[in-house]
């Protein structure tokens, strides 16, 4: 079993940072992809970006391309998001999940996964 926090958020105005931190313990950390994902209500999760267990960064919203990075301690067991130039449209509850592996396609495929976060870009 795989226990998954994430910590971080909160409430920043448009073009301000934020950062998360998802710390997985349980089992050996760097086998396993951290993905990111984020909801709105009434919308599906939609899948931001994920870093594999090699630590190769996959984007899949492509609206966070050179704003939202990622980076992992294995030794902390922590993955890291780094949200930059944020937007209102970034307003959403963010969760992180693991999967054994590589960044899995879909939603699905994550077995273990964080409590949400609310992020809110507000002027």
């Known amino acids: 079993q795989l226990h998954v926090v994430t910590s971080g958020g909160g409430s920043v105005q448009p073009g301000g940072s934020l950062r998360f931190s998802c710390v997985a313990s349980?089992?050996?950390?760097?086998?396993?992809?951290i993905g990111w994902f984020r909801q709105v209500p009434g919308k599906e999760r939609e899948a931001v970006l994920c870093?594999?267990?090699?630590?190769?960064?996959?984007i899949n919203a492509e609206s966070v391309k050179g704003r939202f990075t990622l980076s992992r301690d294995n030794v902390k067991n922590t993955v890291y998001l780094q949200m930059d130039n944020l937007k209102p449209e970034d307003t959403a509850v963010y969760y992180c999940?693991?999967?054994?592996?590589?960044?899995?396609?879909?939603?699905?495929?994550?077995?273990?996964w964080g409590q949400g976060t609310q992020v809110t870009v507000s002027s």
């Open positions: 999940a693991a999967a054994a592996g590589s960044c899995r396609i879909g939603i699905h495929e994550y077995d273990w």
């Open positions: 349980g089992r050996t950390f760097e086998y396993y992809a």
């Open positions: 870093i594999s267990d090699s630590g190769t960064t996959t």
